[in-house]
C-alpha cells in the first residue's frame, strides 16, 4: 500500500520537516498492516522514505515512538467517527448505526491490525499499557454521549457502563468477520446490522 499524498492545502500549510515526518508516519502505518509487527523495521521504513536511518531517527528515535504515533492518529480517526455521529444531522438511531458501520468496516479493513498490534504491545510495555487505557477512557466517554441522547433515564455513571459494553461488542465482532474484511461487503452489512440491534438493546433496556 502506497503512502497516501497529501492534498493540496495540506502541502502549502506543512512544512518541509512537516511534511516528511507525515510522509514517515504513513509509510509506517503501510508497514504495519502490510507485514505486520516483525517487519515493522525502521531502517526499511527509511529505505522506503529514500532517507537514511539517521534522518528517520531525527524524526522517531526508535521504533516504539513511530508505533505510538501511529497509533494515536489511528485512534482519533475513530474518536472523530463517533464525534461525527455525535454531532451529524438525522435521528440519534439513525447517526448511532453509521457510526458502528464505519469503524466496523475500518476495523475489519486496516484499523484493527494496528489495535491488535496495540493490545500486544500492552500486555508487555507500560508506555503502550497506559496509552490503550487512556485510549479507551476517552472512547469509552465519548460513546456515552449518544448512550445519552438515546436513554434519557441513563445516569452519567449508567451511560459511561453502557458504553463499555457496546465497545465490547464492536471488539469482539471483530474475531467473528474474515480478516481484513474478505466477506463480501452485503454480508459485513448484515452483520453489522445484527450489532446495531444489539447494541441499541444495550443502550436503551
Known amino acids: ?22 510522509e514517515i508516519i504513513s ?29 528517520l531517527q531525527y524524526y522517531f528515535p526508535v521504533r516504539e515512538d513511530l ?34 458501520h464505519r469503524l466496523l468496516e475500518d476495523w475489519s479493513q486496516t484499523g484493527g491490525r494496528v489495535y491488535a498490534v496495540t493490545f500486544m504491545l500492552a500486555l508487555h510495555q507500560e508506555r503502550f499499557r497506559l496509552l490503550h487505557k487512556k485510549h479507551y477512557r476517552h472512547f469509552y466517554q465519548e460513546v456515552a454521549d449518544l448512550v445519552q441522547e438515546l436513554n434519557r433515564t441513563a445516569s452519567t455513571d449508567d451511560a459511561l457502563k453502557r458504553a463499555r459494553i457496546v465497545t465490547t ?26 450489532l446495531v440491534t444489539t447494541i441499541l438493546e444495550v443502550i436503551v433496556t
Open 169 to 194: 461488542v464492536m471488539d469482539g465482532s471483530l474475531f467473528q468477520v474474515a480478516p481484513r474484511g474478505k466477506g463480501s461487503r452485503a454480508e459485513r452489512k448484515r452483520f453489522h446490522d445484527e
Open 1 to 22: 500500500m502506497d503512502a497516501q499524498p497529501l492534498s493540496s492545502d495540506e502541502d502549502i500549510k506543512l512544512t518541509k520537516g512537516q511534511k516528511r515526518r507525515a
Open 67 to 100: 508505533l505510538e504515533e501511529i497509533v494515536r492518529q489511528e485512534f482519533e480517526r475513530s474518536l472523530n467517527t463517533v464525534r461525527e455521529a455525535i454531532a451529524g444531522s438525522g435521528t440519534t438511531k439513525i447517526r448511532l448505526a453509521h457510526m458502528v
Open 27 to 55: 509509510l509506517g502505518r503501510n508497514l504495519l498492516i502490510e507485514e505486520g509487527y516483525d517487519a515493522f523495521v525502521l531502517r526499511t521504513i527509511a529505505a522506503q522514505a529514500e532517507i537514511t536511518l539517521g534522518n
